[in-house]
């Protein structure tokens, strides 16, 4: 599986972007899908996730502001992210895992993993 993700830019504190994460190579209908950021100096760290049947999972930091969703048709999965605060500054990276049932938390659960887009939130 190979993962495409966009939609990254600079944006201002209270503002909405959307990032896609394009997949290719293989259907991700079955597989469960992941973001994570990494903020600059620090390690990366998980931010939503959702499963092949749809369960979501997110940071406390971003739940309530952002929403993670899949269209299997396209192949693709999105992050929605509202209410964007200084904090949320880094480089996002999609991630997949073909293994059901893990800690959508950790890194080492995903498979495959995107290059990164970058969101700057100006205050």
């Known amino acids: 599986v190979q993962l495409q993700a966009s939609g990254g830019g600079l944006v201002q504190a209270g503002g909405s972007l959307r990032l896609s994460c394009a997949a290719s190579?293989?259907?991700?209908?079955?597989?469960?899908m992941g973001w994570f950021r990494q903020a600059p100096g620090k390690e990366r760290d998980f931010v939503a996730a959702?499963?092949?049947?749809?369960?979501?999972y997110y940071a406390d930091s971003v739940k309530g502001r952002f929403t993670i969703s899949r269209d299997n048709a396209m192949n693709t999965v999105y992050l929605q992210m509202n209410s964007l605060k200084p904090d949320d500054t880094g480089l996002y990276y999609c991630?997949?895992?073909?293994?059901?049932?893990?800690?959508?938390?950790?890194?080492?659960?995903?498979?495959?993993w995107g290059q990164g887009t970058l969101v700057t939130v100006s205050s």
């Open positions: 991630a997949a895992t073909g293994t059901v049932g893990g800690n959508y938390r950790l890194e080492n659960e995903y498979d495959y």
């Open positions: 190579g293989r259907t991700i209908s079955r597989y469960d």
């Open positions: 959702i499963s092949w049947n749809r369960s979501t």
